[in-house]
């Protein structure tokens, strides 16, 4: 009954009954969500993708966020297309948001089929609200994470991008929630997107892992959109013999357990954002460098009158993030020194400090070199402890316990504003303040494609 | 290595290292696939879908196979979405060839993904020989069947659709040799292929059963058009610890044995076609009293003399179709008795015989009252013996040791080509002849497009 159940509760919900916490979390996974795929937009496996497929693209209802800048001409694509370039852009940087417990990244499968289907029903002359947006996200990414955890972890150990295959389940919910499908036809919707199970995890590092996110919201898109033609799958797709949790949950099937705690325990509540764009284990030193650089222009101490900085840091780090003279910005995601050092020199860790000539520059390469971390048994995975010393003796020190981004330090609106603005002008450039503005205001807009149209 | 060997396979060969029973049995099964998608293209499941599906049709270089009777308006649509959507036709009467050994129905997903790919081709300035697209066709259901072979019977046991999860992939081969990709670029059309695992068995009896079909040939399409704009996957997709064969085999992996018999053994010579629009078991009683059909005739015995009519066949008969009283076409397929009477009186068992009206006619039902089947333990699951006893005392027996359709007795063309004009005449009318004189044309033919155009 699990498929059924999922389907009833999206169809029920309504969205007075969302605490407000809920529309909070949403709003921010959206307007986070939004800031990585303007930022992902010019990112080349976007734009090959869509040069390869621009040819098949149909009416031009929907958006390519930043589409300027793909050039793709229009910036707009058919619906379908514009869910899978959307959804390719949001994920292409790693940058998107990440619910811990089952570390999806929630919201580019569901966001991506919602935002092209809300402005393709515009283009038929519909008006979608924000507040119903905001409803059907949250639907979208409740079921998604549901399922992510009726099959964790052996589904993710095994192979399965968890992201992409339970996303397109998740997108296909959130697209039958904003086209009032019935139980039902939700229920032939979970079942057309779940027989469709996409993402290996051998694609990592190449353009097709990005790929996963995007066919994951077009799956669930297209899903939606046939059973609202009443095109059938199983109405048991998910809890079947042979559907989708028994043939890629290899053994595990807690969907009873998850799927009733619905309603009563929020997943999109312990959604949490990326303030780098690194790998997560970098962070507590980003985080705890950015204060140190804070105290020392408080304090104006020279930068050069530093002899050494001592990290001691989860023996992950230096397992994952121990390359000691990165030459270019992806080589430097997996440096822990260089997040560091612009932590230390420039007080930020955003996507241009990420950049090659950053890099290579003088400045970073001469803080960085002075930079040692050693592993401490005894230290969380979110947590550092950092002496720096001065060539006068001085000391400055810092203990993270949890960095920031983490459930206990969730970034604040401020730092989520700082992350999209540090993306978005890298695209947008001046317009990145108004894309930010428009952003924030989804909760309560008349019309959710209007308010896209004026990015 | 199995992903590059199966690439640099494909890649090296040409049309003539390909024996001509090999080009014989790719004639045989495109001329199959043709009759089959135009037999289903006015299905409701194929139907559906146009309508779902129409709105995000992109340029309109390809056909949907009997387009006119779709309702789509022009019988186009983009490349993808005609892949996809003759796809479906192709399978929805579930009446399409079949790869015994692995159960795979193999022409569906490879073909339809090369139909549509041949005709944008053609509305980019290029041409599409004959030859070439039969090559084509030859790679994609070997490399299919191939993988099909390294991972039966647990992958399919377990609740996977092979036809689609292997035909995606068998797809992109075929794709990218009719676009001669380099071996590299065929390698990452398979990994983006293999990442989308499409077709669990719980969607059987659904319209998604044959969705799985049509959209593994888009998939498959969508994977060589990506790889061809250099757009990256894994070139270990299909062998690598998380790739293809580790995370969907269920244990099982012979693919180095069956990617080395590749240009040995051929799979598609083992490919066999259902001479009847019904489960497979049906298929000896059927092919029995089509003979005794013809034997009565030459000896002038009147149908009404008949007193009874004995069957002896393998258990699973019974169990599958044992349906004494069926009411309409659907019951009909499943009803061993109606196969016998629609065999004897009407010397056929083609679509037509199995229409509403045939199924509920007295002289059919008359006859299959007289019609008894008991279990025979030691037949084999092709083989029966029937005895038609006559009010006079007269006998006839009929001892079929392989059904037709069998390895052993393989449909013959022109009964091929029967069943082709069994199926098109319900959708063509008068049509239906030249199209079959179109589709056995192929071979040699120096434009694919223009060939389909003239359907």
């Known amino acids: 009954m699990a498929t059924l159940r999922i389907a009833e509760w999206s169809v029920a919900l309504s969205y007075s009954d969302l605490p407000s916490s809920v529309v909070d979390a949403a709003v921010r996974s959206f307007y986070n969500w939004l800031g990585c795929a303007l930022g992902g937009s010019n990112h080349p496996t976007t734009t090959t993708a869509v040069k390869a497929l621009s040819p098949f693209f149909g009416k031009e209802t929907s958006s390519l966020l930043g589409g300027q800048s793909t050039g793709s001409g229009a910036g707009k694509a058919d619906a379908s297309h514009s869910a899978l370039i959307n959804g390719i852009a949001s994920h292409v940087h790693d940058y998107d948001d990440t619910h811990l417990e089952t570390i999806i990244h929630p919201t580019g499968p569901v966001a991506s089929a919602l935002l092209a289907q809300a402005e393709a029903l515009t283009a038929q002359g519909m008006t979608v609200l924000g507040d119903d947006f905001l409803l059907a996200l949250v639907v979208g990414i409740e079921a998604e994470c549901k399922l992510g955890l009726a099959v964790w972890p052996k589904h993710y150990d095994v192979g399965w991008h968890i992201t992409s295959t339970t996303g397109a389940i998740g997108a296909a919910v959130a697209a039958s929630k904003l086209l009032s499908l019935s139980a039902e036809q939700t229920a032939h919707a979970i079942g057309i997107a779940s027989t469709q199970v996409t993402g290996l995890r051998e694609m990592f590092g190449s ?4 790929f996963h996110v995007g066919r994951s919201a077009q799956n669930g898109l297209l899903a939606a ?24 949950g290899q053994g595990i099937n807690r969907l009873d357990e998850f799927v009733g705690s619905l309603g009563k325990v929020w997943e999109i509540e312990k959604n949490a954002f990326k303030p780098f764009p690194c790998g997560i284990v970098v962070h507590p030193v980003i985080d705890g460098c950015i204060q140190l650089h804070k105290e020392m222009e408080e304090k104006e101490l020279d930068m050069q009158g530093i002899k050494s900085v001592k990290c001691r840091v989860h023996p992950l780090v230096l397992e994952l993030t121990g390359k000691k003279t990165p030459q270019d910005g992806l080589q430097a995601k997996f440096s822990v020194y260089h997040g560091g050092a612009v932590g230390l020199v420039l007080g930020k860790a955003g996507p241009a400090q990420y950049a090659d000539e950053v890099v290579r520059s003088n400045e970073i390469v001469s803080i960085r070199d002075r930079i040692d971390a050693t592993a401490g048994e005894k230290l969380g995975a979110d947590e550092t402890e950092i002496v720096v010393e001065f060539q006068d003796g001085k000391e400055l020190k810092k203990h993270v316990k949890h960095a920031i981004g983490s459930l206990e330090v969730p970034m604040t609106d401020e730092q989520l504003q700082e992350k999209f603005l540090d993306q978005v002008s890298l695209v947008l450039g001046d317009g990145a303040k108004k894309a930010s503005d428009i952003a924030w205001s989804l909760k309560g807009v008349g019309d959710v494609a209007t308010l896209v149209k004026t990015l």
Chains 1, 2 share one sequence.
Not at 238 to 244: C, Q, T, V, Y
């Open 225 to 248: 959109i046939l059973a609202s033609q009443r095109f059938t799958s199983s109405t048991s797709a998910l809890e079947a013999k042979r559907g989708w949790v028994n043939v890629v």
């Open 207 to 210: 353009d097709t892992k990005s």
